[in-house]
Each structure stands twice: as structure tokens, then as C-alpha cells.
């Protein structure tokens, strides 16, 4: 069990930065992948970035590849997305969500949704233009 909670975000002029941030507490985060998500009014769940248990592997959704960056620090039990040049499109209630680390899934399972068991409450990004 792994409780989640998200801060960061705000309101930010288009070309600006913002840095969103994953807390965890329970569990054992260390044991546990990390993925992003936002979801914007009238629009599906988006994928945004995701990294393994060791920080060892990052992939990125296409949309946000090569502006936003995810790390995490698991002594501090937290998850990191730096978001730069941000643009309009990017507006969006974002989402960390964990799901227990196996070495041959997570290639698989990532992008999707329903894998990530524990999920924390969305923190508001919006992007001004």
C-alpha cells in the first residue's frame, strides 16, 4: 500500500516552466514504478511520462518529448516532472500513479492506465497563453 499526493502546479505563462511533484508515503516506494498522467476537460487520459523503481529506465509520451523531464529521489520517496517550454495544450489536471515494480512489464504496461493501482488526487496545471 503506497499513498499518493501531488503538488506544483499552478498558473504559468506559455514558454514558462513548471515543476510538478509525486510524495509518497506507505509501502515501499522504492518497489514501486512511477507513471504520469493528465487529463484535460472533453479529453481522454493522456500519458506523460513514466519511470521504473530504480530510475533506471524514462519513457515519455510523444507530446511532451524533449520539455519535460522525470526523476525521482526514493530516500525522499518522491517522483519529479520538470515541464519546460510549456504551451497552452499542455493545461491539464496531472495525475502520479504507482504500481508495483516486475522487470518484464513495464515496457508493456506503462502507457496504460488500469496497471497503476494507487493514483493521487490531480494537482492544476494551466498555461497561459
Known amino acids: 500500500q503506497v499513498q499518493l499526493v501531488e503538488s506544483g502546479g499552478g498558473l504559468v505563462q506559455a514558454g514558462g516552466s513548471l515543476t510538478v511533484s509525486c510524495g509518497a508515503s506507505g509501502g515501499n516506494f522504492r518497489n514501486y514504478n512511477v507513471g504520469w498522467f493528465r487529463q484535460a476537460p472533453g479529453k481522454e487520459r493522456e500519458f506523460v511520462s513514466a519511470?521504473?523503481?530504480?530510475?533506471?529506465?524514462?519513457r515519455y509520451g510523444d507530446s511532451v518529448k524533449g520539455r519535460f523531464t522525470i526523476s525521482r529521489d526514493n530516500a525522499k520517496m518522491t517522483v519529479h516532472v520538470q515541464m519546460n517550454s510549456l504551451q497552452p495544450e499542455d493545461t491539464a489536471v496531472y495525475y502520479c500513479a504507482a504500481a508495483q515494480s516486475t522487470p518484464l512489464t513495464f515496457l508493456t504496461d506503462y502507457r496504460r492506465p488500469l496497471k497503476y493501482h494507487y493514483w493521487g488526487q490531480g494537482t492544476q496545471v494551466t498555461v497561459s497563453s
Open positions: 519511470i521504473t523503481a530504480s530510475g533506471s529506465i524514462t
